[in-house]
Each structure stands twice: as structure tokens, then as C-alpha cells.
């Protein structure tokens, strides 16, 4: 069975430090894979996308960027982080093609920035 | 611009009453509607789905509707019970659209004993 793993669960950071966020995918082989934060009182956005190792798609212009080094790895990273960054960040898995709305979610890291 | 609306924040019901959770969209191009669940400080979980070819699809408890002259599709929970409370989103997505999907803001449902 496929599985999603994100880490860490939770971060503290202060305003300008850099981010890593990890996200890894099992049981499945080049997945479409997807971060999504939510901000406090807000719905789901879409950050960026990915249907394939080194292609990236952003949804919104902002502080943070992601890379696709391997088929089921996917990370979230800033050189410099704003109070604005801070929220829940999710990873999610799609199988392209094949009931492809059909996304699946990590636990989240919750991001705080101070 | 919100592709995809949940006007309301909060809903609260009793335990083996009906909840239904609402959900309006605009993007005439969605042709796939998804209800996701999710717990405080976890990942959303895939609840039930509906192509843009049918107006119902059941599941257990779960009944989706979907009425496409209105741009409007509902969620139907029957009986409630307490483990359904959560935040429930609204989700959509089209042929075209790079297998994306929007989410609408989502309702704190609360189902009480």
C-alpha cells in the first residue's frame, strides 16, 4: 500500500532563517506530487506542483520554492523566512491518469515563525 | 476569485441527525468534485467524489449531490455521529487543469451527543 511521510511535524524558526520541509512517497512509482499550505482560518493553496522529477510548477509568487530530486521525493525550502510563511504545510500524492483528482495527504508540518 | 465556495464556516448538529454541508462553485470547466476530512493538526482525508456526469453518488453515510445547473453540490452525512466532526473541504478540479484541485475554505462540522 502507498504511504506519504512528511518531516518534521512541527517547526520553529525565527524570521529570516532558512526552511527544509521533506516530503517522501511510497508504494507508488511517478506520482504527481503537490504542497499545499493553510494559513490560520483559511482553506487549502495550492503552493506548487510536480508530474515529474525536476518539473515544478508555481502556484503563487512568494518566499518559498520546491525541488523534485528523486521520483517520490518532494521538498519545500526558503533561504529567508517571513512571519507570513508561518502555518500547516501538507504534501499529497496523485496517481496521473488514473482517477487523478484523487489526492492523498500527508500529517502536515506545522510552521511557526517568530 | 473563489472558484469554490463554502459560505458557511460552521455547522452544528446532533448525534443521528442529518448533516449537510454545502458548497458552490463558479468554474463552469469542473467536471470532478471531491469532499475531503480533516482532523486539527492532520492531513485531510479523501471522503467520497462525484464526476460532473452524475448529480449522486453514495457511500455508506455519505451521499454526494451535485446539481450542475446550479453550480452547487452538497454533502449529506446520515446518522451523524461524533467521530464525523471535523473540518470538511470542498474540493474541484477539470480535464485540462494538470490534475489540480481547488478547495474551498471549509466547515467545522460539530456533531453533538
Known amino acids: 500500500s502507498q504511504t506519504i511521510h512528511q518531516w518534521p511535524a512541527t517547526l520553529v524558526q525565527p524570521v529570516g532563517s532558512p526552511l527544509s520541509l521533506e516530503c517522501t512517497v511510497e508504494g507508488t512509482s511517478n506520482p504527481n506530487l503537490y504542497w499545499y499550505r493553510q494559513a490560520a482560518g483559511r482553506g487549502l493553496q495550492l503552493l506548487f506542483y510536480s508530474v515529474g522529477i525536476g518539473q515544478i510548477s508555481s502556484e503563487v509568487p512568494q518566499n518559498l520554492s520546491a525541488s523534485r530530486p528523486q521520483d517520490r521525493q518532494f521538498i519545500l525550502s526558503s533561504k529567508k523566512l517571513l512571519l507570513s510563511d508561518s502555518g500547516f504545510y501538507l504534501c499529497?500524492?496523485?496517481?496521473?491518469?488514473?482517477?487523478?483528482?484523487?489526492?492523498?495527504f500527508g500529517p502536515g508540518t506545522r510552521l511557526t515563525v517568530t | 476569485d473563489q472558484q469554490v465556495k463554502q459560505n458557511s464556516p460552521s455547522l452544528s448538529v446532533q448525534e443521528g441527525r442529518i448533516s449537510i454541508l454545502n458548497c458552490d462553485y463558479t468554474?463552469?470547466?469542473?467536471?470532478?468534485f471531491l469532499w475531503y476530512k480533516k482532523y486539527p493538526a492532520e492531513g485531510p482525508t479523501f471522503l467520497i467524489s462525484i464526476s460532473s456526469i452524475k448529480d449522486k453518488n453514495e457511500d455508506g453515510r455519505f451521499t454526494v449531490f451535485l446539481n450542475k445547473s446550479a453550480k452547487h453540490l452538497s454533502l449529506h452525512i446520515v446518522p451523524s455521529q461524533p467521530g464525523d466532526s471535523a473540518v470538511y473541504f470542498c474540493a474541484a478540479g477539470y480535464q485540462g487543469g494538470s490534475e489540480k484541485l481547488v478547495f474551498g475554505k471549509g466547515t467545522k462540522l460539530t456533531v453533538n451527543p
Open positions: 499529497a500524492w496523485s496517481v496521473p491518469g488514473y482517477r487523478p483528482y484523487e489526492q492523498y
Open positions: 468554474n463552469s470547466m469542473f467536471d470532478y
